[in-house]
């Protein structure tokens, strides 16, 4: 019955239109239980690639590439239905399994057996999951005026804060499925900046999710307890708050529990840090804004030689995987850029120039002289952008006599 199956669909696949329906719905390799079978699916899909996706092998060309291979004549079912069943079958045969190793190991390790689990449902989720690339403009007139009609009404357009409002005013925001990268110099305030827009974005009732790689979930609360209540974090993190201060802190924190729901902060283990497993964590969560700090921290899921190498990977999976047809992410990532005496950091500065001008939408940095520190203020400068101007901005930067940060200017 297998057998029957896979090579039905594989039947079909002699016509480009068959092996189009196919390739959108979903089908992978992984979904094929015969070895023979899989090679005869990767070698398709990279013929059908080859010739730009106007044809596909022959059913002559398959036999005489695959001995023992013989296609069926005349299959009656549409493709798209044998493709569900192959996934179907595919999905039924994997829970199956990971019911049957959660069973052996329930008792004796449930905590690793949860992580197990959950582990493997997102994975599964992603082998499963169809593949939307494709938009037709006569066929999509409707959706284009729903988002423009969106666009419209909102002077800030649809995109999520960055939390400052000239910010999002010169920008419109980050749209759905575009990337940002925030770079500074260590310990500038890159992660001020991303708790600041979570913030914002909060207040705006949206659903932010930050993924902390680098400080501890405890600063990374610390942190966000003072720029949610203003209150000054150098105070808050020695424990010198005044009784009225811990009241107002107090009176936040039940704050942003009952009337916004929380604000969920990660921070999974060194190799639960691909971008495949924090994105599919992210929708699993339901969120609508994806927060990381910071780049150096994430997995590479291919080897690399060099760290340029690593960092490049990583950009070029998290633009792909948020930007994916019907299922696209806002987000926002950090990254350092090199010291170079007291300039100003530029799209070179970035650690070792990762291709952050190719793969990200836009990159902004934060900089401040020894003037401005003292002064409590930033600059913020848009360094490469898809869709905007370049443009700075002069921000007062408050961590001492409270927290805040706010756009005062834009400047040359």
Request: aromatic share 8%; glycine share 6%.
């Amino acid at each position: 019955m297998s057998d029957q199956l896979e090579r039905k669909l594989l039947s079909k696949l002699t016509d480009p239109e068959a092996m189009t329906e196919a390739w959108a719905a979903g089908v992978r390799a992984e979904h094929f239980e015969e070895p023979l079978y899989q090679a005869i699916w990767n070698w398709t899909v990279d013929y059908w690639n080859q010739f730009r996706r106007e044809s596909v092998p022959t059913s002559w060309a398959l036999t005489e590439e695959f001995a023992g291979y013989s296609p069926l004549e005349a299959v009656g079912e549409e493709t798209i239905y044998l493709c569900e069943l192959m996934q179907r079958r595919f999905a039924t045969n994997r829970v199956q399994d990971l019911v049957r190793r959660a069973a052996a190991t329930a008792a004796t390790d449930p905590l690793g057996t949860a992580k197990m689990l959950e582990a493997e449902a997102l994975t599964l989720n992603e082998i499963t999951r169809s593949r939307l690339t494709e938009v037709d403009m006569g066929e999509s007139i409707q959706d284009r005026r729903e988002r423009y009609a969106r666009l419209s009404e909102s002077p800030q357009g649809i995109g999520v804060t960055y939390g400052l409002d000239l910010l999002d005013l010169h920008t419109g925001g980050i749209y759905p499925g575009e990337l940002v990268m925030i770079g500074a110099y260590a310990k500038t305030g890159k992660t001020m900046f991303l708790l600041n827009a979570a913030a914002e974005a909060l207040r705006k009732r949206l659903r932010p999710v930050i993924f902390s790689l680098e400080l501890s979930l405890e600063d990374t609360q610390t942190r966000l307890d003072a720029m949610w209540s203003g209150l000054s974090y150098s105070r808050l993190q020695r424990g010198h708050l005044s009784m009225d201060e811990l009241k107002v802190l107090h009176e936040k924190q039940e704050e942003l529990r009952d009337e916004y729901g929380g604000l969920r902060i990660l921070r999974p283990d060194e190799g639960d840090r691909s971008v495949g497993a924090i994105c599919a964590r992210a929708r699993q969560l339901d969120c609508n804004y994806l927060i990381i700090d910071q780049l150096s921290k994430m997995d590479a899921t291919i080897k690399w030689n060099t760290t340029k190498e690593k960092y490049t990977s990583i950009l070029t999976q998290l633009k792909n995987e948020i930007s994916r047809a019907g299922a696209e992410l806002p987000c926002m990532l950090a990254g350092q850029t090199k010291r170079e005496g007291s300039e100003e950091p530029t799209i070179q500065s970035f650690a070792d120039d990762a291709n952050i001008e190719r793969e990200c939408d836009l990159a902004l940095t934060l900089w401040r002289s020894a003037d401005l520190r003292n002064n409590n203020m930033m600059k913020a400068n848009i360094v490469a952008s898809r869709r905007t101007e370049p443009a700075a901005w002069l921000l007062d930067w408050q961590l001492s006599n409270h927290t805040g940060i706010r756009a005062l200017e834009e400047v040359r």
